[in-house]
């Protein structure tokens, strides 16, 4: 046999190396819409006030838009803070008179009633959840929704057992709770805050935001049906005026915002001196870290859920993945070749997989940060999938080569871009993690559980993933460190949120 | 991190004809990545969700027959059984001649001639198991002639059965040993590896399989005998392609894949396909790299597309029964 050499051995090697898979037409899927006929979207949405609705005092509405095909599908009431106040003091007289003097296992069984109707209503929900916010129907079918459920049946449990909550202290309601919620999970955020929120006795005053306001609309149909007292739950709509009335207003007792981080800071500053209280939600810049001894295949669908699901709309999104050295290689190969089967399109249809991005101001956002990443030096890579002509898209896209110090590794991006950066030992692995304003979510990939463990005790996140990633769980407490905000949602350490503690 | 197989002199360095034991020197290199059972499970669950309608659903179901190994693997097959089985190879459908034809029959050795002849001029090929399938456990002699008369006899295709035992025990040498020297013996003919998942009792030894088999010179590797249960899995069948995307990746060489057993089903066939569609992409969509062994699944692939050309379901009955 001829011996290879060195530069027939390097041309053979390179060869190999930029082998790439080809995922192109040998065997299309055909479009598999959802059906929408059944779903009726009203012209025209008032706001939900004291168990009715009622046309806004500032006789204003505003459009909202399918991020997907750029039309719209109804108009909306914009609620001043005339609107707001009303809907307070609708939620006080709710609060004062029935709520808060009802016995809590007939308040859990309103919330069950509730919980019931998602379930019974899923696939509606479902598709107004897709049409008005851009996300994959897969999505909303299989995450949204039945976790929207599963919050509002989990708080129902609680609601009579709020004296074993606390380890014999007596948990007491609050009172108004005024909730500001985000675009990126609407109905599973409205049921976020919404559901312990009641289940710990509290009325409420919800505000959607102004881009994916129906399906908490449909929430408050449902909330009607249900025959809940009225003013307990009621819901305005509008944009962060609206949302600004709901935080100032003097007759709410707690505030609870899930938002961008700058929004959050604000609330704070407008909140300090008063006597409510207060949880933020807010942003992160995750890590994602991939060990050499990871199960490498499965750690790229758990890099893909992490920055590609809901197009990387997600606080807790994996935005940055820190790869050890020796694999970094293999992991970009991978994942290369990984982003090319991913489906961009039409949201309805049931084989996408990367949805529309959620508005036409957090596409400009998206496309200046990836623009600030190639001028930074980094390396892009990114499907040369077809974009849809009308509708907001960007296609699934990642870095690599970029600094520590780069925008695109610091600056939270709310799209389906993530950024790429190595580290050589797991000290330096939890220095780069922590190296961020953030701590909201982490992951760890490696096929040694007790690495996981020693990782988990010295990353500064909320919530941390060992071998998967974007797992929620009613039970499980979700919240962040530093500017991703504090307080949790869910589990036993949720519910503090909203009562007050004798003893 | 791929052993390959090195020849020197023209034997096979890893062969123990001389008594050698070379397992020690080479286990350190069977260390395949490790393989997470949840999230395989969790990624193949999700790729069993694509919708497949209409166009999509038609074109996917005829190329399955074309991948198909129509297998017949009983102690109780005769010469009639196989030539019928071969003449559903041929024609799957009388009605609609653009339908087929398989890729393959697979049957006993035995029972070759009689498959070549039925089948001569067809293009359907002749796979024959051998290697004292399914167990395997016979002496390698036994195993290699049992091989070589197969392949007399006119096998175009060979499929083994690994020693599982050997494999459990961590005699990963004896493995690739046996393989190696049955590719020899297959000459011409291609070489399926039968791994039998059902008994391997984990992922991350299906994929330690997966890289003995194509390491040690396997054209194919496959999921199962059929004999054993649990078959084929959408989760095996993702780990197996998976040491097939590596092994490209380092080498350029394309191994093909073989699902068997278990595969009853049209709505399945179209699961697997997306599989692989997903994880090796077009390339493997052709028979020359993907197989489905299965004797039940083509009635029903026909029926399935029978319903899409005229709107009804047609009788079982209505299907030849071979």
Redesign the interface.
């Known amino acids: 046999m001829k011996s290879m050499t060195v530069s027939e051995k390097s041309e053979a090697q390179k060869s190999t190396k930029d082998l790439a898979l080809d995922f192109g037409r040998a065997w299309e899927y055909a479009p598999s819409p959802e059906a929408t006929d059944h779903v009726k979207i009203e012209k025209r949405y008032e706001l939900f006030i004291g168990g009715k609705w009622v046309a806004p005092k500032s006789g204003k509405y505003f459009p909202t838009v399918s991020p997907s095909t750029e039309e719209t599908l109804a108009e909306v009431a914009e609620a001043n803070a005339e609107d707001v106040d009303l809907a307070v003091r609708a939620a006080r007289r709710a609060y004062d008179g029935v709520w808060s003097r009802m016995r809590p296992e007939e308040r859990g069984k309103y919330i069950f009633r509730i919980a019931r109707a998602i379930q019974e209503k899923a696939r509606e929900l479902a598709i107004v959840e897709t049409l008005d916010g851009g996300k994959p129907i897969k999505e909303s079918r299989d995450v949204d929704i039945p976790l929207a459920a599963a919050h509002f049946f989990y708080h129902a449990g609680w609601a009579d057992k709020l004296d074993y909550a606390f380890h014999g202290r007596k948990a007491r309601p609050l009172g108004v709770a005024g909730q500001v919620i985000p675009w990126n999970f609407p109905l599973l955020m409205a049921a976020w805050k919404l559901a312990p929120a009641l289940a710990c006795g509290n009325t409420v005053v919800l505000k959607p935001a102004e881009t994916t306001p129906l399906s908490a609309l449909f929430l408050a149909r449902i909330i009607e049906e249900c025959e809940l007292p009225e003013g307990v739950v009621n819901i305005v709509t509008g944009a962060g005026a609206t949302g600004a009335a709901v935080v100032d207003h003097p007759g709410i007792d707690k505030i609870a915002f899930t938002g961008s981080t700058a929004v959050g800071k604000r609330i704070q500053a407008a909140l300090a001196g008063s006597h409510k209280r207060l949880t933020l939600e807010l942003g992160g810049k995750a890590a994602n870290i991939v060990f050499a001894d990871a199960p490498i295949d499965q750690a790229i669908e758990g890099i893909v859920n992490g920055i590609y699901f809901n197009q990387g709309h997600v606080c807790c999104a994996g935005s940055r993945l820190l790869v050890e050295e020796s694999v970094h290689d293999v992991v970009v190969r991978k994942l290369a070749d990984r982003i090319k089967t991913l489906r961009l399109g039409d949201p309805l249809d049931k084989n996408t997989d990367i949805g529309a991005i959620n508005s036409k101001m957090q596409l400009d956002k998206i496309r200046e940060l990836v623009a600030s990443g190639e001028k930074e030096g980094a390396q892009l890579y990114q499907s040369t999938c077809p974009i849809p002509q009308k509708g907001y898209f960007f296609p699934p896209t990642f870095f690599t080569g970029a600094s520590q110090s780069s925008r695109i590794a610091r600056e939270e991006i709310f799209g389906p871009v993530l950024t790429v950066m190595t580290f050589r030992t797991p000290d330096e692995a939890i220095e780069k993690a922590n190296n961020t304003m953030y701590g909201l979510s982490a992951g760890i990939w490696t096929d040694k559980g007790a690495k996981i463990f020693h990782m988990a005790t010295r990353l500064k996140a909320g919530v941390i993933w060992g071998n998967t990633f974007n797992k929620f769980d009613p039970t499980s407490p979700f919240g962040g460190y530093k500017e991703s905000g504090f307080g949790r949602e869910g589990g036993r350490q949720g519910l503090s949120a909203y009562v007050e503690l004798d003893g | 991190m791929y052993l390959r197989r090195v020849k020197s002199n023209g034997h096979d360095s890893l062969a123990r004809a001389n008594g050698d034991s070379v397992s020690r020197a080479y286990t350190p290199l069977f260390a395949p990545?490790?393989?997470?059972q949840?999230?395989?499970e969790?990624?193949v669950a999700s790729l069993a969700?694509?919708?497949?309608?209409?166009?999509?659903?038609v074109?996917?179901l005829k190329?399955s027959i074309r991948m198909m190994d129509l297998t017949t693997l009983e102690g109780k097959d005769t010469p009639g059984k196989v030539r019928a089985l071969c003449n559903k190879a041929m024609h799957p459908l009388d009605s609609d001649p653009s339908l087929g034809p398989c890729a393959a029959i697979c049957v006993y050795p035995n029972m070759v001639k009689v498959a070549k002849e039925a089948l001569r001029g067809s293009g359907v090929f002749v796979a024959s198991v051998a290697t004292a399938f399914p167990s395997g456990l016979s002496p390698i002699e036994i195993k290699l002639d049992d091989v070589r008369r197969a392949v007399d006899f006119g096998a175009d295709e060979i499929d083994m059965v690994i020693d599982r035992g050997a494999m459990l025990m961590g005699d990963y040498a004896k493995v690739f040993d046996e393989i190696a020297r049955t590719k020899d013996a297959c000459g011409k003919a291609h070489l399926k590896v039968i791994l039998e998942t059902g008994e391997l009792g984990s992922y991350d030894m299906v994929r330690k399989a997966s890289e003995i088999g194509i390491a040690a010179g396997g054209d194919f590797i496959k999921t199962s005998t059929g004999k054993v249960q649990p078959a084929a899995t959408l989760g095996v069948t993702l780990v197996m392609l998976?040491t097939i995307?590596d092994h490209?990746?380092?080498?350029?060489r394309k191994i093909g894949m073989k699902p068997a057993g278990g595969v009853r089903t049209a709505k399945q066939a179209l699961q697997y396909?997306v599989v692989v569609?997903?994880t090796?992409?077009?390339?493997w969509?052709d028979p020359d790299l993907f197989r489905f062994g299965a004797s039940a699944l083509l009635n029903d692939v026909l029926m399935q597309l029978e319903k899409e050309r005229t709107g009804n379901y047609q009788a079982a009955e209505d299907f030849s029964k071979d």
């Not at chain 2, 969700?49 to 659903?57: D, I, V």
């Not at chain 2, 490209?248 to 350029?252: K, P, Q, R, S, V």
């Not at chain 2, 090796?280 to 390339?283: E, K, R």
């Open positions: 990545p490790p393989v997470d949840v999230a395989v969790e990624r969700k694509r919708s497949l309608k209409k166009g999509a659903k074109a996917g190329l998976e995307r490209y990746y380092a080498t350029g396909l569609k997903e090796l992409g077009d390339a969509l």
